[in-house]
């Protein structure tokens, strides 16, 4: 049984940053692709970044994001620095046996999501 728990979301003020951490049990991360997508009210799931050998990112998160993996911890994380209000949204952690992939459809084992919250 694969599970992914988020953690570190919160509430913010633009310009801020928030770390968040998404711990993996039942797959090894290392050995898999990881990513981390974000749902805003009213909008489609979309793709933030992931991370295999390499990292990738979504264009309205490039140089502000960055994704990174513990493999001792099992344990991704996302660490997110000038912040937007268009950054609120609940963030998703997910995991694909596809490597490299964005396609949030080639994922097969999601988190429960956490809020994120950017205030102007």
């Known amino acids: 049984q694969v599970q992914l728990v988020e953690s570190g979301g919160g509430l913010v003020q633009a310009g801020g940053s928030l770390r968040l951490s998404c711990a993996a049990s039942?797959?090894?991360?290392?050995?898999?692709?990881m990513g981390w997508f974000r749902q805003a009210p009213g909008k489609e799931r979309e793709f933030v970044a992931a991370?295999?050998?390499?990292?990738y990112y979504a264009d309205s998160v490039k140089g502000r994001f960055t994704i990174s993996r513990d493999n001792a911890k099992n344990t991704v994380y996302l660490q997110m620095n000038t912040l937007k209000p268009e950054d609120t949204a609940v963030y998703y952690c997910a995991t694909s046996p596809t490597w490299g992939t964005i396609r949030p459809e080639m994922y097969d084992y999601w988190g429960q999501g956490t809020q994120v919250t950017v205030s102007s």
């Open positions: 991370i295999t050998w390499s990292t």
């Open positions: 039942g797959r090894t991360i290392g050995t898999y692709t």
